[in-house]
């Protein structure tokens, strides 16, 4: 991603950036590392048990500390249970505290990026990313970091204990550690690099699947049908391939374990063996050797696999910490945030009335990654509650102007005036606070008519609403749902009609009552009676408001204070409709252009209809 460019690489496998969210939860963590320690040593004890069993017991055949063993035996085995039970809670707390943590950090700092990243990220890669980056470096954090503990300490134990009953058996097995160790680790890697490979096609037969379903109807019109089974066939045939050279690797991997450990048994049992023979060894000591011979070799290999996935999370958490340090492009300036607060801290106390003057002073625009100017030394005042259409051909830069107005995006140069001050001298929050922005597609949440209304004011009555919902002549949308307010839209409005949702936001922007209101028309896709409604809502919305208005369908602005024909981001005429009609100009031209294209296709519309 770009926002990786221009950053060094984390040092310390980017544990750096992590730590001060392991922090809050240091005393869970610490008591998950003493009660692993606790419960890896009772594992490294057990032989121990067996050896004293064996020299007393069978060896000398002495009973009367059977009783005595026995207790402590199982008092080990309580002590064992308990600890990992307690671990294992602290485990799962410092793994499901740490993803919310982090999840958390990147939710909130989401919030605070402009418009324009959205603009140029895909929401749902977002998401999905920072819910798999967080949890793979929670559990990193936590089952990981225990394994390793756990592990490690277990090996620790076991070569304590055998150095102190013999030595030179003891160095022995430890000379046959770092082979195992790298031939551990060789097949490891290559375990991961494949499993790696299988998981990218994966993703491909994935991506195929949802094609095959999302794009049926294509398909099939266009009768692509065999094509499409034949890269299937072929995507297929490759992970089949991969899943079994994977699979390949992965017995390879079990064996070289499983051969290791047999090899530090069969040096065991010949030098201990031998040692034994000549009395050097007792029976009991023996099998303590032969306990850890085969107990050491799994340790390792989850030691190696706790690095590898370290190395592999290192990933993740650059990806974690790169979105955490991304700048937004609109920022309050400290000032401004000491005097109203950020997005989660508003001091609302402090801010002023917005009455609803707008102005921009000599702007220039350039979008963050696009090559030329949209705006340049663009000027214009706009006075409080006048409405103002904007119209002009597509690319014209309407909606670039109404985006300098609600700050998604800030003047290249010039400056944006609110009320006659820099909008930059107050925070984005209560410049947001006061406008309502109505979308060319309108959003909708899943949840009731009520909720989604209330998302203008939370406080709004039931009375409110429906007064609202009136006033944009879209009462009966919610009668006719059946459960009145309590209607559920489904998810993004789903349930509804385009012309629909976009009355249902006109009534939430009502319910909000802002100061400034922005519509950026939702063009063809309704039809005239709606468009008619629609209209009429617009109407009744702005008024008393300053308010912009995008139309592509002249006749719906004709009744503007203003109208601005924008033309390569400069304004070419401006007036009201009769004046510039009067006028003969660029406006004259779009509007008849369009009335034009307007009465043939409505000819041809009566024309098709006689046919039928
Ligand atoms: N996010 C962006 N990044 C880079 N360039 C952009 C971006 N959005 C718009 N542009 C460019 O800015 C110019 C003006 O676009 P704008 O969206 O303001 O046009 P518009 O008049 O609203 O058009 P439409 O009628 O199609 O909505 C276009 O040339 C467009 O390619
Ligand atoms: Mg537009």
Not at 58 to 67: D, I, M, Q
Not at 253 to 282: I, K
Not at 374 to 395: M, Q
């Amino acid at each position: 991603m770009e926002e990786n460019r221009n950053r060094k690489p984390l040092r310390f496998f980017g544990l750096g950036e992590i730590l001060p969210y392991a922090r809050a939860y240091r005393r869970e963590i610490a008591g998950m590392v003493l009660l692993g320690l606790g419960s890896s040593l009772c594992d490294a004890i057990y032989p121990l048990f067996n050896r004293y069993a064996l020299n007393r017991y069978v060896g000398e055949g002495r009973l009367e500390t059977l009783p005595s063993f026995l207790s402590l035996y199982f008092l080990v085995l309580l002590a064992q249970v308990l600890a990992n039970f307690i671990s294992s809670y602290f485990i799962c707390k410092v793994e499901l505290f740490i993803g919310r943590d982090l999840k958390n950090a990147s939710f909130n700092h989401l919030q605070t990026l402009s418009f324009s990243y959205f603009n140029t990220h895909n929401v749902g890669y977002i998401h999905a990313r920072i819910m798999s980056d967080t949890d793979r470096i929670a559990t990193m954090m936590s089952w990981r970091l225990m394994d390793f503990v756990w592990n490690l300490s277990y090996i620790l134990f076991a070569m304590l204990v055998m150095l102190r009953i013999q030595p030179r058996l003891a160095l022995r097995l430890l000379l046959l550690l770092p082979f195992a160790a790298a031939a551990i680790g060789f097949f490891q890697r290559r375990v991961l690099r494949m499993n790696r490979r299988v998981r990218e096609m994966n993703a491909v037969l994935t991506g195929d699947f949802n094609e095959g379903i999302t794009g049926a109807k294509t398909i099939r019109t266009m009768v692509l049908a065999e094509k499409i089974s034949a890269d299937f066939r072929k995507d297929t045939r490759e992970m089949r391939r991969r899943s079994i050279h994977a699979t390949h690797y992965a017995a390879l991997f079990t064996a070289t374990v499983t051969m290791m450990s047999s090899a530090a048994l069969a040096l065991v049992l010949w030098r201990g063996g031998e040692m034994t023979a000549v009395r050097l060894l007792e029976i009991g000591s023996l099998s303590v050797f032969l306990s850890y011979a085969l107990g050491i070799m799994e340790p390792i290999q989850y030691i190696i696999e706790a690095f590898s996935t370290l190395l592999d999370v290192q990933v993740n958490i650059e990806r974690f910490s790169a979105l955490l340090h991304i700048e937004s492009d609109v920022k309050d300036s400290p000032a401004v945030i000491e005097r109203y607060g950020d997005s989660f801290r508003p001091k609302r106390e402090n801010w002023e009335p917005l009455y609803g003057e707008v102005a921009f002073r000599d702007v220039s625009f350039r979008y963050p990654d696009g090559e030329e100017e949209v705006l340049r030394h663009f000027n214009l005042k706009v006075e409080k509650g006048s409405r103002i259409a904007i119209v002009g051909e597509t690319g014209a830069g309407k909606s670039t102007l109404v985006n300098l107005v609600c700050r998604f995006f800030e003047p290249t140069a010039g400056a944006v005036l609110i009320d006659g001050r820099d909008a930059r001298e107050r925070s984005q929050l209560w410049l947001h606070s006061h406008i309502g922005y109505v979308l060319q597609t309108p959003h909708l949440f899943s949840g009731s008519i009520r909720d989604n209304l209330r998302y203008g004011r939370e406080d709004a009555t039931d009375e409110e609403i429906w007064e609202a919902l009136r006033l944009v002549s879209a009462a009966d949308v919610a009668e006719r749902m059946g459960r009145g307010l309590d209607s559920e839209v489904g998810e993004g409005g789903d349930l509804l009609s385009t012309g629909e949702k976009q009355l249902l936001s006109f009534a939430r922007a009502i319910l909000a009552d802002p100061a400034i209101l922005v519509l950026d028309e939702a063009t063809s896709s309704v039809d005239t009676v709606t468009e008619r409604r629609i209209q009429e809502a617009a109407r009744r919305l702005t008024e008393g408001r300053t308010s912009f208005l995008i139309a592509h369908r002249l006749s719906t602005i004709i009744d503007a204070d203003r109208i601005l024909a924008v033309r390569d981001g400069h304004i070419v005429e401006a007036g009201t409709h009769r004046e510039l009609m009067e006028k003969r100009g660029y406006y004259y031209r779009l509007y008849t252009r369009q009335y034009e294209d307007a009465r043939t296709e409505g000819e041809f519309g009566e024309r098709q209809a006689a046919e039928i």
